[in-house]
């Protein structure tokens, strides 16, 4: 049952609720200190571009930047770079701060629910237990254990606050809660591109949950209150886009970004709902299964069901959290990878979001029922060995993430070719290139005879150890053909024709590396090609 004193310590205190996120969420994730790099992007945001990240100086060129500091790119995220670069400053290439960084996010995004919640009218303690459960699930260990995913995080963190200070102004009219949410809100469009979609679930929350108009005198003033909100987002979406328009000009085409990706892309909706509601299968790079897609489907239409079983006055609540769902669920499925069907189908992290709506959803539903009959008595007996099993479920997931062979050998559990690829990358580097090429056919065969440039680049490496110029080539050239934009690819290549006494070949590469953002091609340029010039 719900303990009596329990319910009067949330009556009385805000502060153990508080601590109790704080160490639980430790407790799970307080492992994440001692991980290395997956060689999942980490390593080509971080360690491969350390030399622009390390150097505080480089901060107002990283605003100018894409998520992985190349001068051009798919995603801008220059909130992103700026805190990866504060972290640089402190554990420079180890990753312990990184990931200090994504926990200590995670915890005050747990802390800003369980206020929210409330503002939404939830009772403490159910807006504890939900908070608990948003801290404890196993579905986001990918956010706290993968350092790149630090853009979910930051976004899911700065729209929960973007909420709360819009109420705050509504309740006090203070105008100081004006400005913090306008700063607030331009943090949080350059953080991720989702932050453009916010206007409409505010616009929701501020006419259906913060006010009521029963005349039309009054909804027209209740709408000149918005318009100084309005002049701002607009402003700073505008900014955005502008800046974002030079980043990523000419890099992405009807085949990456557009409605034919969303359909491919679409089974990822269902396939996260069931993640939630049961845990299973979660990967660090997971493709499409039947069982996810039917179940996510299934519990969309209850969750709808159960939603319009509500008076309509009472239906404004979970209405919203069903529209943030599919607010920031479905525009990120307009984009996909040109190797997505044999890299991964959709990634765990982008959930962290969109999974907030669910949360709100449970929070109304079983906000009527903690304290009344049959809930109140039992409720307890099941939440805490459910909370227990998905700590456990969480903590193993997170642990994925630990290093690169923890990593793919996650992946590899389901079949997944990109998981070799990303093996035989770790491999590379020790040297054992007998199964970097064992593990790149092992990724051919399952991609039915497809290649990638990584996968080409790491065979091209291999080669190149192996001393076979001919096929080192080979493959380093089909890696260029596949992706002309590889600057990794022209970087290494570059490094193969060094070895092989093409000197001016090299620095020719090393240029278009150069040229394509990869910035460690300074040292190898200014110790060999000075004297070409």
Request: a positive charge; charged letters at 15%.
């Amino acid at each position: 049952m719900t303990h009596p004193i329990l319910n009067d310590s949330f009556k009385s205190s805000k502060g153990w609720p508080i601590l109790l996120l704080i160490l639980i969420s430790f407790i799970i994730h307080s492992q994440v200190l001692h991980f290395t790099y997956t060689n999942f992007d980490d390593n080509k945001i971080i360690r491969d571009k350390f030399a622009f990240v390390g150097d505080i100086k480089n901060a107002h060129s990283a605003i100018l930047r894409d998520a992985f500091f190349n001068a051009h790119g798919s995603f801008y995220r220059p909130v992103q770079n700026l805190s990866f670069m504060l972290d640089a400053q402190i554990s420079r290439q180890k990753l312990w701060m990184f990931h200090l960084s994504n926990l200590l996010i995670h915890i005050l995004a747990c802390i800003a629910l369980y206020f929210f919640l409330q503002m939404l009218h939830l009772k403490k303690i159910t807006a504890f237990y939900m908070s608990v459960l948003f801290a404890v699930h196993p579905l986001f260990a990918s956010d706290i254990g993968w350092v790149p995913s630090r853009g979910d995080l930051l976004i899911g963190l700065e729209c929960i606050l973007l909420f709360m200070s819009l109420h705050q102004y509504f309740s006090t009219t203070k105008i100081k809660w004006f400005f913090i949410h306008s700063g607030i809100f331009f943090i949080t469009v350059f953080t991720k591109e989702t932050g453009i979609l916010l206007p409409i679930l505010l616009l929701y929350y501020y006419f259906f949950l913060l006010q009521s108009a029963p005349v039309f005198a009054a909804k027209k003033e209740i709408l000149k209150k918005s318009i100084p909100f309005l002049i701002s987002w607009c402003i700073s979406i505008l900014f955005f886009l502008c800046i974002r328009k030079i980043i990523t000009a000419g890099i992405n085409t009807a085949d990456t970004v557009g409605f034919i990706p969303f359909l491919k892309n679409i089974y990822s909706i269902p396939s996260v709902l069931c993640k939630f509601f049961l845990p299973a299968n979660l990967s660090t790079l997971p493709l499409f299964d039947p069982t996810s897609i039917i179940g996510g489907v299934i519990l969309f239409i209850l969750i709808v069901y159960r939603i319009c079983k509500y008076q309509p006055a009472k239906r404004k609540i979970p209405l919203f959290g069903l529209t943030w769902f599919l607010l920031f669920i479905i525009p990120p499925g307009f984009y996909r990878l040109r190797n997505t069907d044999v890299f991964f189908n959709y990634l765990e992290h982008r959930s962290y979001l969109p999974i907030i709506g669910i949360i709100i959803i449970l929070g109304f539903l079983l906000n009527d029922y903690i304290e009344t009959g049959f809930i109140k008595k039992y409720f307890i007996y099941v939440y805490t060995p459910v909370v227990l099993l998905l700590g456990i479920l969480s903590y193993i997931h997170c642990n994925d993430y630990r290093n690169t062979i923890n990593f793919a050998s996650a992946a590899i559990k389901q079949n997944n070719p990109s998981a070799f690829i990303a093996k035989a990358g770790y491999l590379l580097s020790l040297g054992d290139t007998t199964n970097v090429i064992g593990d790149c056919r092992k990724a051919i065969i399952l991609m039915n005879g497809r290649f990638t440039p990584a996968l080409c680049n790491n065979l091209g490496q291999a080669y190149c150890k192996l001393n076979e110029p001919d096929s080192a080539f080979k493959y380093f050239d089909k890696a260029i053909e596949l992706d002309k934009n590889f600057a990794y690819g022209y970087y290494q290549r570059g490094i193969a024709k060094l070895k092989f006494k093409d000197t001016s070949a090299a620095c020719a590469d090393w240029e278009k590396a150069s040229v394509l953002g990869y910035t460690d091609t300074t040292g190898m340029c200014i110790k060999y090609c000075s004297n070409l010039r």
